[in-house]
Nanobody, 114 residues
């Protein structure tokens, strides 16, 4: 089992920045990749960004150039730096760890008012 704890959400004005953090514990040695998904009210959960153990990254088109995912393997932590935030970025953000299964964090809310 992998346990994920997220932090860093909040309310930010358009154009502002936030950094989300997600720390993994438990059976972390089997983790191949980590990432972030988001779910806006009334919508499906969608991919935001992922990062593999070798540092390869993948981003949704809607966040390319504005968001950056990184990881600190020594701290078992993945980060999502979000810049130039827009109202359409408002969502619950969920950390995911991909191991022998898929593990999810509890979610952290990001609100960008229009």
């Amino acid at each position: 089992q992998v346990h994920l704890v997220e932090s860093g959400g909040g309310l930010v004005q358009p154009g502002g920045s936030l950094r989300l953090s997600c720390t993994a514990s438990g059976s972390i040695f089997g983790i191949n990749a980590m990432g972030w998904y988001r779910q806006a009210p009334g919508k499906q959960r969608v991919l935001v960004a992922t990062i593999t153990n070798d540092g390869s990254t993948n981003y949704a088109d809607s966040v390319k150039g504005r968001f950056a995912i990184s990881r600190d393997n020594a701290k078992n932590t993945v980060y999502l730096q979000m810049n130039s935030l827009k109202p359409e970025d408002t969502a619950d953000y969920y950390c995911i760890a991909i191991s022998h299964g898929y593990y999810w964090g509890q979610g952290t809310q990001v609100t960008v008012p229009s």
